[in-house]
């Protein structure tokens, strides 16, 4: 028994000798570790890349790239001074700033700046290489660069921080995009856009140009298939550059297509008439007297009055969008059931949202007759584009319809989707909608659109080698304060579609509060016409004297012929510029030609004797 406590004390001593020796260890590491200085630290684990945004041809438009924080522990740096002096150049930042920021520490660990770029760091490990700086470390986040800035910003969208899209495309296509975290990991799949980098940027320049010109307060142009629905091109302007994103104003941020609603003007007729025409109420050649004014009345003693830009006297649907007549619209209107012509107008896509790929989608505004705010004046003044909002996305999907037969299509910003090896996951299928008016009535309506373009308010946008159907519209906006329409701030705007005879183009112009002229005849529709030129030749559409599509179907329109000048002044009114440039290779005639598009004015008149020297001056719209 005495043996076994000997042995028993042994064990214990040995044990405490054991435990003595663990304790010193673990006191002597714990306390070269406390005072050993902390040198750089990069994290290792790499964060799953997200998808990138592309072009339909693959351009690169938002791509993941690593970012850095710099993290710096105040206790590991022995002389603030000279840590500060030595990083403030590579870091960006002042002497001052980094000694304050050290001083002030609440805690023995923060980040001095965030998101500095693999070119940044690099310039910074060197530096504490060189310097021998210590306490110093840098985490690895997801980050994401925008190869072309400001480019089709609205649509992109801008992915934060977190690594979560924000706005745009990052936004809504945020779980396509993103990284596959729980089960199997798996890189973001690659979103390719129907928007074409190349066309988009040469229509950007005209919208800044336009943009500068008018000194209008913002600019909306989309262009679209319109067999497909597909965009080819989106402008939201003051647009933001996605590299600098949180230092954007709201302004900037705003994707006005989407999420503005505005009363369009008279852009709107095309639909109120098509409506009208496919119900059977309103005929092709029935005529409706304009004098300037719409009157109506009730048996209660209420009274609408709606003016017009002229007196047109005898109108038909094709007079009364190729002058824009408020009378005759309205007179139209009152012939056509009021749910009926509500209805027709929802088939069109108004009061709804398109359902593209977008966030935050306005509905508009499309009342009902049962509304409280329903009046006497109501249908006839949504007839011509009031009372009533929409947006540039709806108004790009009704006129698909107009171009499709009476069918509108289903508009999207998506081509195809792929996995981050390229194999293609999805590819947009055109979807068309339920059918909004009759083919006939689509049809007619599109001529009548030519007929505008031809030698209506859309002149100016005509194009002298290619078919183009137009309607423009210039509306009064609401003046918040008052609650009265403005005097002076106006939505110009001009939808297209071409070629006339197989259209291939929906184009759309909006330039708001338009800095003088504000008629969208004069300074939107000319915009379209450069527009679609770009356009045309950017997809190579062919060229030439388009057959045009008026009244009752499709017919040749023969190219029309230099006119002779003999011993008297013939007619030149309705004729086209191009007729007019002969006549100034002449020595014995002095000609001077005002405006563009076509001549609706002569000075001498038609019939006028012809004598040497004479001088004749064209007034062209």
């Known amino acids: 028994m005495q043996t076994n406590g000997f042995f028993s004390k042994i064990r214990i001593g040995i044990l405490a000798v054991v435990f003595v020796l663990a304790f010193l260890y673990l006191g002597v590491a714990y306390a070269k570790l406390a005072f050993t200085p902390v040198k750089e630290i990069d994290i290792q684990t790499e964060p799953l890349q997200r ?5 339909r041809t693959g351009k690169p438009l938002a791509v993941a790239s690593p970012f850095y924080h710099i993290g710096i522990t105040p206790s590991a740096i022995p002389d603030y001074e000279y840590f500060a002096e030595s990083l403030a150049a590579p870091a960006g930042l002042s002497p001052e700033h980094i000694t304050a920021v050290l001083r002030s520490a609440s805690s023995d660990f923060l980040y001095l700046k965030k998101k500095i770029s693999p070119d940044e760091k690099e310039a910074i490990e060197r530096t504490v290489r060189e310097k021998s700086l210590s306490g110093i470390r840098f985490d690895k ?12 910003s609205q649509v992109i969208g801008f992915m934060g921080d977190a690594g979560r899209g924000l706005s745009g495309i990052e936004y809504a296509m945020q779980d396509v995009l993103a990284a ?32 500068n010109e008018t000194q209008a307060e913002s600019f909306m142009l989309l262009a679209a298939e319109a067999d497909t629905g597909e965009i080819l091109s989106y402008i939201s302007l003051p647009a933001a550059d996605l590299n600098t994103y949180p230092s954007s104003s709201i302004e900037e941020q705003i994707n006005r297509p989407a999420v503005l609603a505005y009363e369009p003007g008279s852009v709107f007729k095309i639909f109120s008439t098509a409506g009208f025409l496919d119900s059977g109420k309103v005929k092709k050649n029935e005529a409706f007297f304009c004098d300037g004014k719409y009157e109506i ?12 830009l002229g007196n047109h006297g005898k109108v038909g649907i094709r007079e009364a969008l190729q002058y824009s007549c408020n009378d005759g619209i309205a007179q ?57 909002a929409v947006s540039a996305l709806q108004i790009v999907q009704a006129a698909t319809a107009l171009a499709n037969g009476g069918i509108p299509v289903q508009l999207t910003l998506i081509s195809r989707i792929t996995d981050a090896n390229g194999s293609e996951e999805y590819r947009h299928i055109p979807a068309q909608k339920k059918r909004a008016v009759s083919k006939d009535a689509a049809d007619y309506i599109l001529s009548c659109m030519e007929t505008t373009a031809r030698s209506g308010t859309g002149s100016r946008a005509s194009l002298e080698d290619f078919s183009i159907g ?29 070629p006339v005879n197989k259209p291939k183009i929906v184009l759309y112009i909006v330039v708001t509060k338009a ?29 030439g004297n388009a057959s045009s599509f008026a009244h009752s179907g499709y017919i040749s329109v023969e190219t029309e012929k230099e006119k002779h000048i003999g011993e008297v002044l013939p007619d030149f009114t309705g004729k086209p510029k191009r007729l007019l440039m002969p006549l100034l290779k002449r020595t014995d005639l002095n000609i001077i030609i005002r405006g563009e598009g076509w001549v609706v004015k002569q000075e001498p008149p038609a019939g006028t004797p012809l004598t040497k020297g004479m001088t004749i001056e064209f007034t062209l719209e």
């Open 515 to 543: 800095k003088g002229e504000t008629l969208s005849g004069r300074i939107v529709a000319p915009i379209i016409a450069e527009s679609a030129n770009i356009i045309i030749d950017h997809l190579g559409l062919a060229r």
């Open 141 to 152: 986040i997801a980050g994401r660069i925008y190869p072309e800035n400001a480019l089709a």
């Open 470 to 498: 137009v309607k423009t519209g210039t509306a009064q906006m609401l003046d918040t304060e008052t609650g009265k329409y403005s005097k002076t701030d106006f939505v110009s705007n001009c939808v297209a579609v071409f």
């Open 332 to 388: 139209m209107s009152d012939k056509a059931g009021t749910e009926e012509f509500l209805q027709s107008l929802r088939r069109f896509g108004f009061g709804e949202r398109t359902g593209i790929e977008l966030p935050s989608e306005t509905r508009g505004t499309l009342k009902s007759s049962g509304d409280r705010y329903w009046s006497l004046r109501s249908k006839p003044t949504i007839a011509i584009g009031q009372e009533i």
């Open 180 to 211: 596959k975290e729980t089960g199997t990991p798996a890189a973001g799949k690659n979103v390719f856009l129907t928007l074409e980098a190349n066309l988009q940027y040469k229509l950007e320049h005209i919208a800044h140009t336009a943009m």
């Open 297 to 308: 009345g009730s048996s209660s003693g209420e009274k609408a009055v709606i003016t017009c």
């Open 51 to 55: 998808g990138s945004i592309l072009d």
